[in-house]
């Protein structure tokens, strides 16, 4: 998962005049990324659910009105796939976002930090009767029950999607899932750390 971070002095039209930015992300996957080839072009539905999920997750942390009238976009490129993308996206895309509001608040452009916390997302489901983080692509497509959670790095929840492949799930399993993915999110708040501390990475400004 590559995540790049380019910011524009531009907004939509319809929030012209508003005072506030806004963050979006597209998502694609390379053509090597699956078995086979994945072809380039116009973004599928399962893409655009994703891009919009993405971008969803980062604004639950983004206080608009500080971010001013420029815009945030969050390239998400999948270079190998094998499950759980759509949640790795949404934890390098905060990555990236970082960055890129850190560069504004170097330079001057921002007086004040609009990211209000950390995002990220993971997966968890139940696969043979077992409860399973961080799916991959067997693992998902064998489960009886798959969650994709996304929460701030103080464990407020984003969003949840839950399905039950195989049959039904009980409200206890939904609550031993989300707590499982909370406990991973945890952890995929100290590798987010872990990457910001060290030296950033050229961030394009439009």
Known sequence: ????????DT????LRGSGKGWVTAEY???????????????PGGRAQEIQRLIGRSLRAVVDL??????????????????????????TAA????REAVDSLLASGKLREDPLTGSVAAVSAGIVGGRVLLDLDYKEDAAAEVDFNVV????????????????????PRDTQTLIRVALRGI???????ESCLSRPPRPTRLL
């Open 1 to 8: 998962m590559v995540c790049a971070a380019t910011i524009e």
């Open 11 to 14: 907004i939509p039209s319809w």
């Open 28 to 42: 694609g996957m390379l053509p090597g990324s699956v078995s086979g080839r994945s072809s380039r072009g116009v």
């Open 65 to 90: 009105r500080k971010l001013g009238e420029r815009r945030i976009v969050i390239d998400c490129d999948v270079l190998d796939a094998d499950g759980g993308t759509r949640t790795a996206s949404v």
């Open 94 to 97: 905060y990555v990236a976002l």
């Open 151 to 170: 929460a701030t790095g103080e464990g407020a929840l984003v969003e949840v999607q839950g399905t039950a492949e195989h049959g039904t799930f009980t």
């Open 186 to 192: 945890a952890r995929l708040r100290a590798l987010q």
